[in-house]
């Protein structure tokens, strides 16, 4: 069972739309992270927190902003969505140390058009 | 920076068929080691990973070794399914190296009845 959520599942919208992609988990992990991802291809980070109020831009630059007002919670905000958005987004979080992995949401397929 | 490298894919086999993919890292600290897997439209799974050398990681009939001296973590299975179609990704998680994950690039496998 998932402790994980991301929602939605899929999105199509429009150019120039606002958008938030949601993702909850139910683990207390301080670390959570996003990942845009063209289906079956490499991981891109995007965005990534280490506790409440503390963001960083990852390593692939994006347009998407990101918010940790909780510590379940970890929304990816598109102010004006463009068809070069269109993509996988994938949600992580992990403990604090490195050796127990991360655990990944099932992913928000975005299309815009 | 840490790296990791995967042999390319796709990779086909036949049911029954043995089944290698290689991972090589690169790191500056001491990493642990994971290999996760993506099936078709989801996020991706922990398959199974080591945090320390000569550790082998198992599971779902997969295995993979710890080798520090070869810097690998190659992925085996004795006998694959058709169900084991999916992409897999190596991926080390460095204390010394702010203790965000690095993936590689991903190998599809997929499985011929």
């Known amino acids: 069972e998932a402790d994980i959520y991301q929602t939605p599942r899929y999105l199509v919208i429009g150019t120039g739309k606002k958008i938030t992609l949601e993702c909850s988990q139910t683990?207390?992990?301080?670390?959570m992270y996003w990942y845009q991802q063209d289906p079956g291809m490499e991981l891109h980070l995007i965005h990534y927190?280490?506790?409440?109020?503390?963001?960083e831009k990852g390593d692939l630059s994006s347009e998407s902003t990101v918010s940790r007002i909780r510590t379940e919670h970890f929304p990816l905000t598109l102010e004006s969505a463009r068809p070069s958005h269109t993509s996988q987004y994938l949600c992580?979080?992990?403990?604090?140390?490195?050796?127990?992995?991360?655990?990944f949401g099932s992913g928000t397929r975005l299309t815009v058009v | 920076g840490d790296s990791v490298t995967q042999m390319e894919g796709p990779v086909t086999l036949s049911e029954e068929a043995f089944l290698t993919i290689n991972c090589t890292y690169t790191?500056?600290?001491?990493?642990?080691l994971f290999w996760y897997v993506q099936y078709p439209g989801e996020g991706l799974q922990l398959l199974l990973k080591?945090?320390?050398?000569?550790d082998k990681g198992s599971n779902k009939g997969f295995e993979a070794t710890y080798r520090k001296e070869t810097t690998s973590f190659h992925l085996e299975k004795g006998s694959v399914q058709v169900s084991d179609s999916a992409v897999y990704f190596c991926?080390?998680?460095?204390?010394?190296?702010?203790?965000?994950?690095?993936f590689g690039p991903g190998t599809r496998l997929s499985v011929l009845p």
């Open positions: 927190s280490y506790g409440v109020n503390s963001t």
């Open positions: 080591a945090t320390k050398a000569d």
């Open positions: 992580a979080s992990s403990e604090s140390t490195p050796n127990y992995g991360y655990t």
């Open positions: 790191a500056t600290g001491y990493p642990s």
């Open positions: 991926a080390l998680s460095d204390r010394n190296y702010g203790q965000n994950f690095v």
């Open positions: 683990m207390g992990h301080d670390k």
